[in-house]
């Protein structure tokens, strides 16, 4: 069973740093690209990154552009989002999300989020 | 970049009534790129519907998709009470390489 389990969030104040990671089991991480999606309180879903089963190819959305670094260990079976210079407007709960397959970039499989609160 | 809007914002049916939701983009978008999702309160979101009109995996013959070029519906044939729910339709790109969910339908209880 893909098991995809994210942690890291927390309260952490305007113009600082936090690292959010996810554990993955239950499939071969290392032959899948993963994503981070958000959800800010109340609001729709926005994809914040995506990076390919090897690293070579890696996105951002232009929110988070220059900001978040998003990273793997596939030693690890995990993934990172390094978050620097947290705005007010990245509150949000941050889901990690594995495509439907190796060819198909659908998010079948999504963790249970971990919550990220900034504010002073 | 590709603009999803989905109408109604919100949409108030009874168990049993027929729910027709939309999905339309800003440019013609490929129909294997758009998909549609459910989500729960306090829930992460499940993948409905693929290619525009394929179900995924384990999901009830009474959700289906439909559309083509900028105009996408999600129908639920009969209402069920878990179907209550918010839907996003999304979209993904290449060049520039995205993906873009629409704003939501909520589907409450009538």
């Known amino acids: 069973e893909v098991q995809l389990v994210e942690s890291g969030g927390g309260l952490v104040k305007p113009g600082g740093s936090l690292t959010v990671s996810c554990a993955a089991s239950?499939?071969?991480?290392?032959?899948?690209?993963m994503n981070w999606v958000r959800q800010a309180p109340g609001k729709g879903l926005e994809w914040v990154s995506s990076?390919?089963?090897?690293?070579?190819?890696?996105y951002y959305a232009d929110s988070v552009k220059g900001r978040f670094t998003v990273s793997r260990d596939n030693a690890k079976n995990s993934l990172y989002l390094q978050m620097n210079s947290l705005r007010a407007e990245d509150t949000a709960v941050y889901y990690c999300?594995?495509?439907?397959?190796?060819?198909?970039?659908?998010?079948?499989?999504w963790g249970q989020g971990t919550p990220v609160t900034v504010s002073s | 970049e590709i603009v999803l809007t989905q109408s109604p914002g919100s949409l108030s049916l009874s168990p049993g009534e027929r729910a027709a939701l939309s999905c339309r983009a800003s440019?013609?978008?490929?129909?294997?790129?758009l998909a549609w999702y459910q989500q729960k309160p306090g829930q992460a979101p499940r993948l409905l519907i693929y290619?525009?009109?394929t179900r995924a995996t384990g999901i009830p013959d009474r959700f289906s998709g439909s559309g083509s070029g900028t105009d996408f519906t999600l129908t639920i044939s009969r209402l069920e009470p878990e179907d209550f729910a918010v839907y996003y339709c999304?979209?993904?790109?290449?060049?520039?390489?995205?993906?873009?969910f629409g704003q939501g339908t909520k589907l409450e209880i009538k």
């Open positions: 990076i390919s089963s090897d690293s070579t190819y890696i």
């Open positions: 999300a594995r495509h439907m397959s190796t060819v198909t970039r659908e998010f079948q499989h």
């Open positions: 239950g499939f071969t991480f290392s032959t899948y690209s």
């Open positions: 440019q013609d978008v490929s129909n294997g790129y």
């Open positions: 290619g525009a009109s």
């Open positions: 999304r979209h993904h790109g290449s060049s520039p390489y995205m993906y873009t």
